[in-house]
């Protein structure tokens, strides 16, 4: 193994903000879509995920609302099945010990329920929101990934679009301290922008041109975390391999290029 870099001890305190005005309007038609699916229909001001997707639409406040909504549960819902499917390809039981890592105000977790799952995230009220309004165990993460202290291994933990945010500084140490949270045998799945996500993002190919493996950009949908530690990354095949074996003793079972949203690449990695 490489030596690691020394962690930074000046990472910036997380303060989170606002995202966006939720209102009788918006939980009434947040119900209509939570009702759908069986799940909670609370929403989080703080919550940037579905601020960033508001934001992204482009027709008028109500109906936007209403886009942003449809997407957030239904989407939610089918990245739920994604992650109960990929757990039955790799032979895990339904009562395997899950974390889902960076689960954020459980767009995903809220439709995981029959999991024996526990959420985590570096948003101190993310943390309260799903162990309070979903009922679902959560242990907080931090901004140095050698500070984390998660308490307990796991069969199987998920990142749904963190490794994507991760800058190079962060990259290597959080797989290092994610997979040391594995118990022998246990699998980590982390998603990544890779090539085909720089095929269509033009902002994420202007940062990896002239052959580079590795891409970073300050902005992200997450506006209240510093880009010292979150931004928007794209990365190639090699500097993820390189990362997996520099950090950890895993070894990959698949890649999936673009297998979340057919966009993001999907990693499976399994500790020995
Ligand atoms: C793009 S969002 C994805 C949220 C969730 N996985 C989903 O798919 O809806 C990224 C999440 O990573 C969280 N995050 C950022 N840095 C983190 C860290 N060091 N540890 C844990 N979570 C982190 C953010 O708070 C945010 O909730």
Redesign the pocket.
């Given at each position: 193994m490489l030596p690691m870099k020394e962690p930074s001890h000046n990472s910036p305190p997380?303060r989170s903000s606002k995202a966006f005005e939720a209102n009788d309007f918006l939980r009434s038609l947040a119900k209509i879509w939570a009702d759908r699916y069986s799940v909670t229909p609370e929403l989080h001001e703080y919550?940037?995920?579905f601020g960033?997707l508001v934001a992204r639409l482009s027709t008028g406040e109500e109906i936007k609302l209403f886009e942003a909504l449809k997407h957030y549960f239904e989407n939610?819902a089918a990245?739920a099945q994604q992650v109960r499917e990929l757990m039955t390809s790799l032979g895990l039981p339904r009562d395997a010990r899950a974390l889902?890592?960076?689960?954020?105000?459980?767009?995903?977790?809220r439709h995981l329920k029959d999991l024996n799952l526990v959420a985590?995230?570096?948003?101190p009220e993310?943390v309260s929101f799903c162990t309070e309004v979903l009922s679902v165990a959560a242990i907080p993460?931090?901004?140095i990934?050698e500070h984390?202290k998660p308490g307990e291994k796991f069969d199987f933990i998920f990142?749904?679009?963190?490794w994507?945010?991760?800058p190079d500084g962060?990259f290597q140490r959080?797989l290092s301290a994610v997979c040391a949270a594995l118990k022998p045998g246990g699998y980590l799945m982390f998603s990544t922008h890779g090539a085909h996500a720089a095929s269509v993002v033009p902002q994420l190919a202007e940062v990896i041109s002239n052959g580079q493996q590795y891409g970073y950009l300050d902005g992200?949908?997450?506006k209240d975390?510093d880009p010292s530690?979150?931004g928007s990354t794209v990365v190639l095949p090699p500097y993820v391999i390189k990362a997996i074996y520099d950090a950890t003793n895993a070894r990959i079972v698949s890649f999936k290029p673009a297998g979340w949203w057919g966009l993001q690449d999907e990693w499976v990695v399994r500790v020995p």
């Open positions: 997380v919550d940037h995920i960033h939610g990245n889902e890592f960076a689960s954020g105000y459980g767009r995903v977790t985590c995230d570096i948003h993310a993460s931090a901004s990934p984390w990142a749904i679009s963190l994507s945010h991760l962060l959080w992200s949908d997450q975390l530690i979150y």
